[in-house]
């Protein structure tokens, strides 16, 4: 599976992402900080179909002045009024050194995957389907011994921002989840 993602350009607070397919299809938009959602614009990512018909969202943890700072940061996708997904985001720096690139460990039906990968001229995050016991405990994840990449995320110098290659097959949701992990991913690039 192929994916390009665009960033649109922002709202004032709000950020905006189009998926499109190989074939250049709007398939997903992305849409955070609109009036959508009146009394907590930036609690949820809104995920919808190109007519406007929501699919899903990405559930933001609030960001409390004077909370203590954790090890990780989770976020839920919700779809079909569930959990399809869990996203934990480690690694951050917690002073917030833009070029601190973290790393993300997904629970995707039933599966754990990791995303991760250095910060460079091209942005790449590899995808690996097979994580090794206890990779939290670790500072980066090259600490671990990973197997070979079986998907990427990249910067794009084309008409997208993003190019994302999966498996075919990987997640029935696939394009979800590859936006809502740019729309992560994108706070450390731009």
Same mark, same amino acid.
């Given at each position: 599976m192929n994916f390009g993602i665009k960033r649109l350009p922002a709202t004032g607070n709000g950020r905006r992402y189009h998926l499109y397919d190989k074939e250049e299809q709007l398939l997903l938009v992305a849409d955070h900080g609109s009036p959508w959602l009146p009394k907590d614009p930036c609690k949820h990512v809104r995920f919808a179909k190109p007519d406007g018909q929501p699919v899903a969202s990405l559930d933001l943890p609030w960001q409390e002045n004077g909370r203590k700072k954790h090890k990780h940061t989770s976020y839920a996708i919700i779809y079909d009024f569930a959990v399809y997904a869990i996203i934990n985001e480690y690694g +951050?720096? *917690? #002073? /917030? !050194?833009? *070029?601190?690139?973290?790393?993300? *460990?997904?629970?995707? $039906?039933? @599966? +754990?995957?990791?995303?991760? =990968? /250095?910060? $460079?001229? #091209? *942005?790449?995050? /590899?995808?690996? #389907? #097979? @994580?090794? !016991? =206890?990779?939290? @405990?670790?500072t980066e994840p090259q600490d671990a011994t990973l197997p070979e990449p079986i998907g990427r995320v990249q910067s794009a110098q084309t008409v997208h921002d993003f190019q994302i290659k999966l498996p075919v097959d990987s997640f029935s949701q696939a394009s979800l989840l590859s936006l809502a992990l740019i729309f992560l991913v994108d706070r450390y690039t731009c």
């Open positions: +951050r720096s *917690l #002073d /917030g !050194d833009p *070029l601190s690139l973290p790393y993300y *460990l997904m629970e995707v $039906e039933g @599966v +754990r995957w990791l995303v991760c =990968g /250095g910060c $460079e001229q #091209d *942005l790449f995050l /590899g995808f690996y #389907d #097979d @994580v090794p !016991d =206890g990779l939290a @405990v670790f």
